[in-house]
């Protein structure tokens, strides 16, 4: 369900050096979450696009994560959930993977 800003949230968790990484970037680059999540996300499917190699972020366990939630535009949504139907990956996991595609090096 969108929020009044036409969003779609996912709460998702990333290991916490990973946010602190996301949190930097903002900073650094003088962005606001929203705007770093939507180049994050069309980063992250124009390389899917191009059957660039991707390394999926694993689920974090124990005390050493953060759960944040993510709001993406729908159709960029739409197209994780997609991505996640054809991986079998849960959708959490292909989001995790978007929103750090712009601070983690590209998979060998």
């Not at 009044?4 to 709460?11: P, S, V």
Request: with cysteine.
């Amino acid at each position: 369900m969108p929020n009044k800003q036409g969003r779609i949230a996912n709460l998702v968790r990333f290991r916490t050096d990973d946010w602190e990484a996301v949190e930097a970037y903002v900073s650094a680059h003088g962005l606001k979450k929203q705007e770093y999540y939507d180049r994050a996300c069309e980063a992250f499917l124009s390389s899917h696009e191009q059957n660039e190699p991707i390394q999926y972020a694993l689920t974090p366990i124990g005390n050493g994560y953060r759960a944040i939630n993510v709001y993406l535009l729908p159709e960029d949504h739409d197209s994780l959930r997609k991505i996640a139907d054809d991986t079998q990956i849960a959708i959490g996991r292909v989001v995790a993977t978007a929103v750090l595609h712009l601070i983690q090096p590209p998979a060998e």
